[in-house]
């Protein structure tokens, strides 16, 4: 059974500095990756989608890499902003047939000014 | 292109009554999901239609819920009695392809 596992659960930072959120997943055997953002209260918003057969994805000052070899994938945000402040949430793609997500519980990130 | 909508945003309800939400996709998918969500907790799976038939249902979905897609467009989640368990947010999502699009949920909760 695939899990995904999000470390740390909360992450407090002051503004500009970089930093990087952890994914991890049991099951190697993996579609596709998908990095979410979500604000409290709110819909996910899909930030990047990893392929299978792709090792990262860059989107403005967001990178996400996928190495399914060791289950493992990272977001990397660059100078960080109080507007980045949310809860970040990666998903498994585990299943071609139905596409459903298998989600970790997410880091939720305090920027500060 | 308006996204993925959800109606209503809210709802509270007492517990044992019917409740239904309703879900319009981005036009063009053909596929549609339904997720619950708990505080602190991220999005589980619930059910997957691909146009108008469901073809996937977690056993989180009991026989008090149940769910629709008639013609393919618009789809329906129904909680039948509800209980204060079922306070959740209820997150629809649909795609094309791979990624899947969020709508706004609808916070449910069952005093």
């Known amino acids: 059974k695939q899990e995904v596992t999000q470390i740390p659960a909360a992450l407090s930072v002051p503004e500009g500095e970089n930093l990087v959120l952890n994914c991890s997943f049991t099951?190697?055997?993996?579609?596709?990756l998908q990095w979410f953002r979500q604000d409290p209260g709110k819909g996910l918003t899909s930030l990047l989608l990893?392929?299978?057969?792709?090792r990262e994805q860059t989107s403005g000052r967001l990178n996400a890499s996928l190495d399914k070899s060791s289950g493992r994938s990272t977001l990397y945000i660059a100078a960080s902003q109080p507007g980045d402040s949310a809860t970040y949430l990666c998903?498994?793609?585990?299943?071609?047939?139905?596409?459903?997500?298998?989600f970790g519980q997410g880091t939720t990130l305090q920027v500060k000014p | 292109d308006t996204g993925v909508s959800q109606d209503p945003r809210h709802k509270i309800t007492k517990r044992g009554q019917n409740v239904t939400f309703r879900c319009d996709p981005i036009?063009?998918?053909?596929?549609l999901y339904w997720y619950r969500q708990t505080l602190g907790q991220g999005p589980e799976f619930l059910t997957y239609?691909?146009?108008?038939?469901?073809?996937?249902k977690s056993r989180l979905l009991s026989d008090r819920f149940s769910a629709e897609r008639p013609k393919g467009s618009f789809s329906t989640l129904e909680i039948q009695r509800t209980e204060q368990g079922d306070s959740a947010m209820y997150l629809c999502?649909?795609?094309?392809?791979?990624?899947?699009?969020f709508g706004p949920g609808t916070r449910l909760t069952v005093t």
């Open positions: 999502a649909s795609s094309h392809s791979y990624e899947q699009y």
């Open positions: 099951d190697s055997a993996i579609y596709n």
């Open positions: 990893i392929q299978s057969s792709q």
């Open positions: 998903a498994i793609h585990g299943s071609s047939n139905t596409g459903k997500l298998i």
């Open positions: 036009s063009e998918h053909n596929r």
């Open positions: 239609f691909q146009n108008e038939a469901q073809l996937e």
